[in-house]
C-alpha cells in the first residue's frame, strides 16, 4: 500500500495494490502491522457500513472528548468526496480541511485520526461507504458541525438544492460554536 500524507497532519490518503485479471480484483484492505509501521498503533474496535443514494451528504460529525475517535474509510460502491476538518486548536491546521473523492474505481483509503469532524458526500447514484472505527459509538457525545459554515469554506461540487440531509445534520452548529479538542 502506498500511504500519503495529507496536508493535514493526522490525515492519510492510503493507496491500496489492486492485482486485476480477467476474474476481477483482489486486494488487501487492511492490514494491521503495515498500517502501524506508516500511521502508528490504533485499535480499531468495530466496522461500520453505510448505502446512501446520490446527494446525501453525512456530517460533518464528530465524538466529543474521550469518546473522540479514529476513522478509516473506504467506499466499496459507487463515489464520494470525503472530508475532514482539523478540530484541534493546538494544531497549525486548525479549522483547515482536507478531501479526498473516494470511488469504487480508486479503491483509495482515508485514515482520520481523532481530533477531525468527518462528512462524505454522494456523487453517484448510489454508494456503499464503510469504515473502521477506533472507539464505540457514544450518542451522548455526538457532536455535527454546519456543512456549509463560511468559516471552513468546503467547496462541495453539487447544487445545495440537490443535497439531502438528516434533520440532525440541517440543525448542526457553525464552527465558531462548536467544542474543539485540545
Not at 31 to 51: L, M, P, T, W, Y
Not at 72 to 84: N, P, S
Not at 146 to 174: F, G, H, R, T
Request: glycine share 6%; aromatic share 14%.
Amino acid at each position: 500500500m502506498n500511504y500519503i500524507q495529507t496536508e493535514v497532519n493526522g490525515v492519510w490518503v492510503i493507496e491500496p495494490k489492486v492485482f486485476c485479471d480477467e476474474r476481477g480484483y483482489f486486494m488487501e484492505a487492511f492490514k494491521e502491522e503495515e498500517f502501524n509501521a506508516n500511521i502508528g498503533d490504533v485499535h480499531f474496535v468495530q466496522d461500520n457500513e453505510s448505502k446512501s443514494s446520490f446527494g446525501v451528504l453525512r456530517g460533518l460529525h464528530y465524538q466529543r472528548g474521550e469518546y473522540s475517535q479514529s476513522k478509516l474509510v473506504r467506499v466499496i460502491k459507487g463515489r464520494v468526496l470525503d472530508v475532514a476538518v482539523d478540530l484541534r486548536q493546538s494544531s497549525s491546521t486548525f479549522g483547515k480541511y482536507v478531501s479526498v473523492e473516494l470511488s469504487e474505481d480508486n479503491k483509495r483509503q482515508f485514515f482520520i485520526s481523532r481530533g477531525f469532524a468527518h462528512g462524505f458526500l454522494v456523487l453517484s447514484d448510489e454508494a456503499v461507504f464503510t469504515y473502521k472505527v477506533d472507539n464505540a459509538y457514544a450518542p451522548q457525545a455526538e457532536a455535527s458541525i454546519c456543512y456549509d459554515d463560511e468559516m471552513i469554506a468546503i467547496n462541495w461540487p453539487i447544487a445545495k438544492e440537490q443535497l439531502v440531509l438528516s434533520n440532525k445534520d440541517k440543525k448542526a452548529v457553525l464552527f465558531k460554536d462548536a467544542e474543539y479538542f485540545e
